[in-house]
């Protein structure tokens, strides 16, 4: 995310996934960084106060005195210079000896404050920027820049948990300011877009009003207005859509030859290309995260999918060698508001190449891409009843997989609610997917590329406000850089911009709903109760909408709630470890098995890593990356089946297994 | 000469002359590389095909299957982090030991199933080469099965296979050897360790395969074999919260929605055969559909890692 935020000083914004593109983060990073190089050049008084810090935390003080081995020249020549760098300010060493802004919780310990100390941050001279560093260490850089004049005021509001705590002291911000730079507003706009006042059902290739007669309104989590009303569809329309879909898959769909099908998936990907910034638009009205984050991540990845599984619909005896794979029937299928078109494509794509029809139900807060891509599906004259979607609460997806002549669930969102589908249709012999909740460790270990890391870590709880199953939420951190780390991990959060979703610099958008912020608030509140030290950043919230500071736990135990349970909001929980077995035994100890992190440059020990941690993505020097050649699913409690890649084509298929 | 020793010579005759008195078998349950008794102390009588009274057998109780699924358990991490090569040859000793003691499984097949005693050899035969066929599958699944995924990014993407964990297996009613194996071979030879419930009511040629399975290098805790009701065991494996997946081939239709029901509280993988009359039916004899690596794949969890690519 900060290389985000540089690159977007020169004119493009990047999202977290197309920072991985050629050039991007990962691929320029150095071979190794310890902590010598990766912070600038470091002047005399930042040693001695590196030296000083050595004395509470051993382990780190020979990476810190150490020297750089550049030419002091290189050290100081003025970063502006430096290409693809825009200075934005004057460079200034940060303050030395400022007050620890740390707010103490109520609760913490006299031991714990002392803590606060000791951990605080070798002081770093930002300096000019040496050549060839890695974009976030001019990043990094940037961040150290004297605040301009008059920069934003910030007023924390004060009925969210938790308000704001504290920008890092070296800033030097002056009395109101929370961050030192100003921001131009660079509103998205929203022309592309033009909403219907209603949006019918999609059955049988048509729009409908619903047998039930209502409708619910669906809101722009930014704004808390009404952006269009959606129809309740009850059991009467779920019956109507189910029977749209049998017929097709009888009729047009089941016996249309695998090389057709696969034309009108790419005819979809085609379409979502062409009007993918219109889906971004609408996504992220509706949603509420970040513009940036639907057009470079959901939007690019939900035709991608398409793309990816329309080769695969007439190649199904080459992806099951030896088998005569054949379609299952009527999916129904369940989806998240994290990711509705992303979501909506790892559900439609393969089972459409497979050869199933489909009823989707998207979830009731953000129904309107899918009722977007249900006029694709017409641009595309995909044959009536292939793809159905009926909007509606909770009840009306129940009602769906349990009818009687539905083959296939597919369901992607919280654990309770698959349970309670497994249960629903237990012994009717429907096959089943479940895609469901995670608590993921991020293991950082103390020869991990640190400023990588430090993104790492950030983007993995901090990308789509924290509102991904597979979020790394439980930072698991080497005692000998824990302080280090956490301190720095304070400085980045401290540059994230909260706000208008539509806004192309912001980084953390709106929680998609109310209940989801409630129950967020709770939890850091609960993290409070149990002890935990918080951090929050003194960043502004809009008035209006619902949002909640990007926030950070320290000192939690193992066995605090905020540890265990899913958040799904953008709270992050700081554990330590000081072996790799404590560091295995503690990301394995949840229910969940979804994803996890691993950050270090040893390669032996990736691949330890990699083999004894019980979770079906592990990121290693990376977090959250998607792409549909890459199955994706949990372990454990987290759900079983793969989406993505031809593991993702087996859950659409029978192999022969019906006997 | 001592009255014993008087005695003895003047027993000897009348031995000779009487038939052999054999010696009878107890069998027992096998939990943990052990033969113990039931802990209830329970035990049932098995008949014959024919209605004779074959043996008793252990009636296991709730209390042995948690046992076991400890000893599963315990035995996971070190069955699973052997290499795949040795897992593979750890199989096909058991079809070598098994090949030594054909007759005697014959002999016990054929008084379970009724068979004649060329058809239990064949079912005999079969269940070795069963052993042979998924031993060879142990080094072969991750290249059949995994894969390198050609990401849209500078990374090393790569999914390959990994076993569930404890695998709670309900073997087939009806094979009372040859199902078994065949529904076992599949679980462990990933790396799964599993609690089998032995069929309900012929147990006895499986109690039998847990003494070739105990000298055969199949470490203990890796196939825990608990013989009894299964209407009373079934519920509790599948509620079993440290059982990660379950084979319900033998599960009885009635109970087969409750047990799934119970299987989902910890997302427990669940395996499903044939239903009912079909599933006593099914015909262990034909290769194409009895063994299949999709059964393999039943009980594996595909991992995803990914990695930067850079200098």
Same mark, same amino acid.
């Given at each position: ?15 977290? @996934? ?44 020979? $990476? ?5 081995? @550049? ?130 059902? %999609? ?36 019956? +109507? ?15 249309? =030859? ?6 009108? #998936? ?12 219109? %889906?971004?638009?609408?996504?992220? #009205? ?46 129904? +299928?369940?989806?998240?508001?994290? %990711? ?32 977007? %891509? ?52 237990? *012994?009717?012999? &429907? ?30 709880? !901090?990308?789509? +406000? ?22 720095? #991990? ?28 409630? &129950? ?21 919230? =809009? ?6 500071? =990007?926030?950070?736990? $320290?000192?939690?135990? +193992? ?12 709270? @992050? ?16 100890? $949840? ?24 979770? *079906? ?8 990356? !998607?792409?549909? $050649? ?30 | ?15 000779? /002359? ?144 990994? /076993? ?148």
């Amino acid at each position: 995310m900060l290389s985000r935020r540089v690159v977007s000083a020169s004119g493009t914004t990047q999202g977290p @996934l197309s920072a991985a593109v050629p050039g991007g983060l990962n691929a320029t990073r150095p071979s190794v960084a310890p902590l010598a190089t990766m912070n600038r050049s470091t002047p005399p008084a930042a040693v001695t106060r590196a030296s000083d810090a050595a004395g509470s935390s051993g382990s780190v003080s020979q $990476t810190w005195s150490g020297g750089i081995g @550049l030419p002091a020249q290189a050290l100081r020549r003025p970063a502006a210079q430096l290409p693809g760098f825009r200075d934005r300010g004057r460079p200034d060493a940060r303050t030395p000896g400022r007050p620890d802004a740390q707010r103490r919780i109520p609760g913490s310990s006299a031991a714990s404050a002392r803590r606060h100390v000791t951990q605080r941050s070798p002081a770093v001279s930002p300096g000019p920027c040496q050549p060839g560093c890695t974009l976030s260490r001019m990043a990094e850089r940037t961040r150290a820049k004297r605040p301009a004049a008059g920069a934003l005021t910030t007023r924390p509001r004060s009925d969210t948990v938790g308000r704001g705590t504290a920008s890092p002291s070296s800033w030097a911000l002056g009395e109101g300011q929370a961050t030192p730079w100003e921001y131009a507003p660079a509103p998205e706009s929203r022309d592309v877009l033009t909403l219907q006042a209603r949006y019918g059902l %999609f059955i049988g290739g048509k729009e409908v009003a619903p047998r039930s007669g209502q409708w619910f309104t669906t809101l722009d989590p930014a704004t808390e207005e009404p952006l269009a009303e959606v129809a309740k569809a009850g059991p009467e329309d779920v019956e +109507q859509a189910v029977t749209a879909a049998r017929r097709a898959f009888r009729r047009d769909w089941g016996r249309l =030859p695998g090389r057709e099908r696969a034309k009108y #998936l790419f005819r979809i990907a085609r379409i979502l290309q062409e009007r993918s910034r219109e %889906f971004a638009v609408a996504e992220t #009205l509706d949603n509420g995260k970040p513009i940036k984050e639907t057009r470079d991540v959901d939007v690019p990845l939900a035709a991608a999918h398409f793309w990816y599984y329309a080769g695969w619909a007439d190649k199904l005896e080459y992806a099951f060698p030896g088998r005569s794979p054949r379609p299952l029937g009527v999916a129904a +299928q369940i989806i998240p508001w994290n %990711f509705p078109l992303l979501m909506l494509a790892w559900k439609i794509a393969p089972a459409l190449a497979a050869g199933n029809t489909v009823v989707l139900k998207p979830a009731s807060s953000t129904p309107l891409s899918a009722m977007l %891509f249900a006029d694709v599906c017409r641009q595309a004259d995909l044959p009536p009843g292939v793809v159905n979607i009926i909007t509606g609460p909770g009840e009306i997806g129940m009602a769906l997989v349990t009818h009687p002549d539905v083959d296939k669930v597919a369901f992607t969102g919280s654990t309770a609610v698959g349970k309670a589908i497994g249960r629903a249709i237990a *012994g009717t012999g &429907k096959a089943l997917t479940l895609e469901l909740g995670g608590k993921a460790a991020n293991i950082v270990f103390d020869d991990a590329p640190l400023d990588q890391a430090i993104e790492g870590v950030v983007n993995g709880i !901090f990308f789509n +406000q924290g509102e991904v199953c597979c979020a790394g939420s439980r930072l698991l951190v080497q005692e000998s850089i824990a302080d280090l780390f956490t301190e720095r #991990l304070k400085d980045r959060l401290s540059t994230l911009r909260v706000g208008d979703p539509m806004d192309k610099n912001t980084d953390v958008g709106a929680i998609n709903n109310p209940a989801q912020l409630a &129950k967020i608030n709770e939890l850091i509140q609960v993290g409070v109760d149990e002890g935990a030290e918080l951090y929050q950043p003194a960043c502004e919230l =809009p008035s209006r909408g619902w949002f909640v500071r =990007p926030t950070l736990f $320290t000192n939690v135990s +193992q066995s605090s709630r905020i540890a265990q349970e899913e958040i799904f909001g953008p709270v @992050l929980s700081v554990l330590t470890f000081r072996t790799p077995d404590e560091a295995i035994e503690k990301a394995n100890n $949840t229910p969940y098995g979804l994803s996890a992190g691993v950050w270090t440059e040893k390669g032996s020990r990736i691949l330890m890593m990699t083999k004894r941690l019980r979770a *079906g993505v592990i990121w290693a020097n990376t977090f959250n990356r !998607f792409d549909p $050649t890459s199955p994706f699913g949990g372990y454990k409690e987290s759900g079983f089946g793969r989406e993505g890649g031809v593991h993702g084509m087996h859950a659409y298929l029978d192999l022969g297994e019906g006997f | 000469m001592p009255p014993g020793r008087r005695d003895v010579i003047n027993v000897e005759p009348a031995a000779a /002359a009487s038939p052999r008195i054999a010696v009878r078998k107890t069998y027992k349950l096998y939990v943990g590389g052990q033969f113990p008794r039931s802990e209830s102390g329970r035990s049932y009588l098995v008949r014959g095909a024919d209605g004779s009274a074959l043996a008793h057998a252990a009636r296991g109780s709730r209390k042995d299957l948690r046992d076991a699924v400890r000893s599963a358990r315990g035995a996971f991490a070190g069955w699973d982090g052997k290499t795949a090569m040795n897992r593979g040859q750890v199989l096909y000793r058991v079809a070598e030991l098994l090949e030594g003691r054909r007759d005697q499984f014959q002999a016990e097949v054929a008084a379970a199933e009724g068979l004649t005693a060329a058809a239990a050899r064949e079912q005999v035969d079969r269940s070795i080469d069963r052993w042979v066929w998924y031993a060879g599958w142990a080094d072969k699944l991750s290249q059949v099965l995994g894969t390198v995924n050609p990401v849209a990014a500078p990374y090393f993407d790569c999914t390959f296979p990994e /076993a569930t964990g404890v695998v709670g297996v309900v073997a087939p009613e009806a094979s009372s050897l040859l199902g078994l194996v065949s529904r076992v071979a599949p679980v462990v030879v990933s790396g799964n360790t599993c609690v089998v419930l032995a069929s309900g009511g012929r147990p006895l040629p499986a109690v039998t395969l847990s003494e070739v399975l105990v000298t055969s290098d199949v470490p203990g805790g890796v196939i825990n074999l608990i013989t009894g009701q299964r209407r009373e065991l079934v519920p509790w494996l599948a509620a079993h919260l440290d059982v990660n997946a379950i084979d319900t081939w033998g599960v009885p239709v009635d109970l087969q929605t409750s047990v799934e029901e119970a299987a989902i509280e910890n997302l427990k993988r669940v395996s499903r055969g044939p239903r009912g009359a079909d599933a006593d039916r099914f015909d262990w004899l034909d290769d194409r559909r009895a063994q299949r690596p999709e059964w393999i794949a039943a009980f594996l969890e595909m991992k995803t890692v990914w990695h930067p690519i850079g200098m």
